[in-house]
């Protein structure tokens, strides 16, 4: 039986996401939405096993996607997929989910460690960026698809018009400048077949990309334009990790 602390705890975080549309009738799994708020670092310093967000980050990651991608497909119908791609890009960039977390003050929900806090965790937008996608993956499996598409619509999609007047950048593009500015060399990609159906046909590429002569991130696609956007991509999110420790 929960405790009144517990119950007040649970009520106040319905009422944020309420403030934030989402109809907080429809919440079924309790526990499932706290879990949401849990970064590991919060998990780590109790004294009992819970759950972290991380499996709901991996989750809301990919819906997100799905999502930004449906939106930008009907939103611009004459719209090549070079451009939408670099649009959605922008759209699930760290840096604008981060944006997004602070626009709804999801930085003072979020629950931390100790040394996370001490060190600045709240104003991290790698933190704010993982607890928003977990968010949505709670969203959509507790309330549903309907209600994750409609969050994500109004908080993150809503900014698209901020990203046609901006130059937006690949993320092979930002590595290389990355790379260029602090080893004035550029990255490069290895790629390899990686997978083969019954008859010897490719069917999954991998490439590694390198900076410096260090692995900085690896991608698996069907074509080999693919497994290279998806390396930048991580290798992206590894220069955004470096760039918090400095």
């Not at 403030?19 to 879990?35: A, F, H, R």
């Not at 930002?174 to 083969?196: A, I, R």
């Not at 260090?214 to 991580?234: D, H, P, R």
């Amino acid at each position: 039986m929960l405790s009144e602390k517990a119950k007040g705890l649970i009520s106040s975080y319905k009422d944020y996401l309420s403030k934030n549309g989402i109809d907080k009738s429809l919440i079924v799994n309790e526990e499932l939405m706290m879990i949401s708020f849990f970064h590991k670092s919060y998990v780590s310093d109790l004294p009992y096993t819970i759950p972290d967000n991380e499996r709901l980050e991996f989750l809301g990651d990919s819906i997100l996607g799905c999502l930004i991608a449906k939106m930008l497909y009907l939103y611009f119908e004459n719209v090549p997929e070079s451009k939408l791609t670099l649009y959605k890009i922008a759209l699930v960039r760290e840096e604008m989910l981060a944006e997004v977390a602070r626009d709804i003050f999801l930085d003072k929900m979020v629950f931390l460690g100790y040394g996370e806090e001490k060190t600045g965790g709240r104003n991290k937008d790698s933190i704010l960026s993982d607890t928003l996608e977990a968010l949505i993956g709670y969203i959509y499996l507790d309330i549903g698809a309907d209600m994750a598409e409609s969050f994500v619509k109004d908080k993150i999609f809503s900014k698209i018009e901020n990203i046609k007047s901006a130059n937006v950048k690949s993320y092979k593009t930002m590595v290389q400048e990355y790379s260029q500015k602090l080893y004035k060399d550029v990255p490069y990609y290895e790629n390899y077949e990686h997978e083969f159906d019954e008859k010897g046909n490719i069917i999954n590429y991998k490439c590694i990309v390198y900076i410096n002569g260090e692995i900085f991130g690896e991608g698996y696609g069907t074509k080999k334009k693919m497994s290279n956007e998806e390396a930048a991509k991580n290798a992206y999110k590894k220069i955004q990790i470096l760039n918090d420790l400095i």
